[in-house]
T-cell receptor, first 116, second 115 residues
């Protein structure tokens, strides 16, 4: 079956431009996550959507970052006025969420963002 | 809140040697534990997970991990590694008592298997 897909796979932009990164989760998964993986760093949690609940935005590094999830499916991560330090691989994951937890997160291949 | 520590950022090892990648976590509540692997230029995939029951968990590619509650550890082991095991490995925890499936990841350990 189809896994988590992300687009574009690579994005090169100039400093100060806005970018949009897209994530298509696995069908039926109610939870969706965005992470950032910088060179030599681990996974940095950015934002988490679950069903109709208010998203957990506690990981967003600044107000230049925002995300939305339309119709409980596709999500878009937007970075405004990009800076060079935003260069990283942005990973999306999705999962079921059932009572008791413990559900595996399935990851997409990531979008490599380069800000010149 | 939970936190995960992977003590070794890089682990070099020769092919066919055993390896242990260390993971310690800090949490005030019971947790689920996971190991993910990221091969070069790929996304993360699940190696194994501990939910409950037997503390020794077996995963894919011959890996296993043991949950030690008293030491709050979940170390990953393989008795004999292959070149193809060269990858980055991430340990993660999630809170059993939460209604949210939020993961906390460690900083990763790069396993470099040499011929």
């Amino acid at each position: 079956g189809a896994g988590v897909s992300q687009s574009p796979s690579n994005k090169v932009t100039e400093k100060g431009k806005d970018v949009e990164l897209r994530c298509d989760p696995i069908s039926g998964h109610t939870a969706l996550y965005w992470y950032r993986q910088s060179l030599g760093q681990g996974l940095e949690f950015l934002i988490y959507f679950q069903g109709n609940s208010a998203p957990d935005k506690s990981g967003l590094p600044s107000d230049r970052f925002s995300a939305e999830r339309t119709g409980g499916s596709v999500s878009t991560l937007t970075i405004q006025r990009t800076q060079q330090e935003d260069s990283a691989v942005y990973l999306c994951a999705s999962s079921y969420v059932v009572v008791g937890g413990g559900d595996e997160q399935f990851f997409g291949p990531g979008t490599r963002l380069t800000v010149l | 809140a939970q936190s995960v520590t992977q003590l070794d950022s890089q682990v070099p090892v020769f092919e066919e040697a055993p390896v242990e990648l260390r993971c310690n976590y800090s949490s005030s509540v019971s947790v689920y534990l996971f190991w993910y692997v990221q091969y070069p230029n790929q996304g993360l995939q699940l190696l194994l997970k501990y939910l409950s029951g037997s503390t020794l968990v077996k995963g894919i590619n011959g890996f296993e991990a043991e949950f030690n509650k008293s030491q709050t550890s979940f170390h990953l082991r393989k008795p004999s590694v292959h070149i193809s095991d060269t990858a980055e490995y991430f340990c993660a925890v999630s809170d059993k008592q939460s209604n949210f499936n939020k993961f906390y990841f460690g900083s990763g350990t790069k396993l470099n298997v040499k011929p």
